[in-house]
């Protein structure tokens, strides 16, 4: 499995109780109460069957949206992109 779009983005993720927690992820958004962090890879069809699957590309088959994390969104004070 590799990034399908070069290195992903660096996010930094304060919670509430004050700790901060950095990851790489091409996106994210905010859905059924969690911000979930995405990375598009290029994967063959064993690796997808192990990974959590967000989306896939219709134009690139090997291509699929796999989740980095998903955190309860109530337990989040801020997100935003850290520097490289």
Known sequence: ????????????????????????????????????FDVMVSATAEEKDEIERLWHVRYGPEWTGSIVAKIPAAAVAEVWTAES
């Open 1 to 36: 499995m590799e990034f399908a779009t070069g290195v992903p983005s660096r996010w930094a993720v304060r919670f509430h109780s004050g700790e901060t927690i950095e990851l790489g992820a091409n996106s994210y958004t905010e859905a059924g109460g969690y911000l979930i």
